[in-house]
């Protein structure tokens, strides 16, 4: 295993789909905190929420006054959910930097979550791209469910191609793989990737992956080892599966950078700045994160002989 | 990355490195049960416990009454820590398959650990393998910290050689790389492996993570690309590490066991059956345990459209 990634680029999606799973509605002010946080820790892309119906998903009904908040006085580029045109007319409005359109890759999916089909869901961008185009800003395509529906079970890889074939079709430079119910596995992640490089070789892919069943950063193993540089992921493994009540949620922000540093992969982000950050949303939140080095701190924190009573065994 | 590794071998380690760093004491009634139930899950190693001093881990001052309850009539090698003669006269005394013996890396965490220097350590070890020898029982050998130190930080990879080389000498087949407080890391694990190999090829290696700080499935990854089979894992990811005590514990073998048969790696374990036993541990120790997939269920469990409300995004 020789990773040929030196560099990697991180999406910080902890205020949109980490808190759109929470049952404590945050802040905006809260949000907004964290947010100009996260810029600090040198995040250079952040999907800061949605601009969904407030019914759907109240967590994220401030979407507009969470963005006007923000510091934009930097190179960030502030993306955000869109399902359809009146979302993005409100995403344009916030002036935002990149709209993210979504689907599924299965049906039933698609219809519980958006409550139309695939091929609608496609018609609908049409009408967002015309929008997005006129005023310069760039779309970007999600695919949800991509490596397993939990209704369908199993995704077809060439539904990931069909998918993806259509979303460069409507201009878009990438689309990102997201593994909504944390069903992505080792060998699954490998065999998406390489059908959608072999038949679309200039389309970037993003991996967006929940821990769900444990082998998340295992998956970016795998992710980087075919040399996929984008990366999504929540400050303090937030973001849960209405699938799986009890799973935890997204890859942790912390612990991915902290796996990437020591592989010696740069992804310009400062740890103790991240850490402070899940620490301050595990504050808000008022349960214990599953973020893991949020907890244990630094690998080389050094302790004394009279810090530890001791431990036997290994 | 092409994993080599058609088939591995576990060692279930729950009820002696996971019980040990609990605060509550088990019963010995639950620890045979649940060793009984491991048995039936289809494990072929076990390691059930220590004969450490009682007051040392007073949690498994009853290892020699669960062995004598576990039920022996099966091919399960049971195997246990030892820490020096003592430990060995009672280890025998049971009955159990092979000797485990013990030592640090680094000096300052041998030092507190066992009271004593790495060569008193490989010296008293001499008298354990004498005995064992005279009763036809091997004796494996286990090298904690060899990722990290927490007094000393890195751990050189000549010093895991050092060791290994001794165990060799003193007859053992295999050593086992313990990552007794998480701070193996994807790099680190592959130098460690490929200096062992380099100069010991023919001593087995055994992989024994921690997930203190999220990456001990990454880690399991690296080991199978540089053709490990043996790995250590608890069941439910309990055991702690006295230097995070926020932090989680050893690789949860249920998550561990779920990546492999979605690698296609055979483990000979039912992974439904380890399911049960990791619930069962939980209402033991009365907390929810660190372990994924005992909470997400299996993967290609499928819901009814009505199961779920939605969950907009991906």
Redesign the interface.
């Known amino acids: ?1 020789d990773f040929g990634v030196k560099e990697v680029v991180l999406t910080e999606v902890g205020t ?2 980490g808190f ?2 929470e049952k404590k509605i945050v802040s905006t002010n809260d949000k907004i905190m964290l947010i100009n946080d996260l810029v600090k820790a040198g995040f250079q892309r952040i999907e800061f929420s ?1 601009f ?1 119906s407030p019914k ?2 109240p967590q994220l009904a401030d979407a507009a006054e969470v963005i006007k908040g923000v510091d934009r006085n930097n190179d960030v580029k502030f993306t955000a ?1 869109v ?1 359809n045109l009146r979302g993005a007319i409100r995403a344009l409005e916030c002036q935002i930097d990149e709209i993210v359109v ?1 689907l599924s890759a299965s049906e ?1 999916h698609n ?4 409550n139309r089909s695939i091929h609608e869901s496609l018609t609908g961008f049409e009408e967002v791209v015309k929008l997005a185009n006129d005023n310069n800003i760039p779309v970007h395509g ?4 991509a490596f ?1 529906c ?5 995704v077809q890889y060439k539904k990931l191609v069909e998918i993806s074939k259509q979303y460069k079709a409507l201009g878009f430079k990438g689309v ?1 793989l ?1 593994d ?1 119910t ?2 992505a ?4 992640v ?1 065999a998406a990737i390489r059908e959608i490089q072999d038949n679309i070789p200039d389309l970037d892919i993003t991996l ?1 992956f929940h ?5 998340g ?2 998956n ?3 992710g980087l ?1 075919e040399g996929i540089y984008l990366y999504e992921s929540c400050f303090g493994g937030i973001g849960g ?4 009540p ?3 949620g997204n890859i ?1 922000s912390e ?1 991915l950078v ?2 990437m540093n ?3 992969i740069k992804t310009g982000i400062n740890i103790n700045h991240l850490i402070k950050i899940a620490k301050k949303a595990e504050k808000i939140l008022e349960y ?1 994160l599953p ?3 949020m ?3 630094e ?7 009279e ?8």
């Open positions: 295993m949109r789909d759109q799973s949605s969904v759907a998903i959910l399902p979504f039933s219809q519980k979550n958006l999600d695919i949800s469910t397993g939990p209704f369908e079970g199993n990102t997201g909504t944390g069903m596995t080792p060998p699954i490998k967006h821990n769900t069943r444990g082998v950063l295992a970016v193993l795998i080892n599966c209405p699938f799986a009890d799973a935890t942790c612990d902290y796996m020591e592989m010696n214990k973020g893991q080095v907890h244990a701190g690998r080389l924190k050094k302790y004394s002989l810090d530890v009573k001791t431990a036997k065994g290994n």
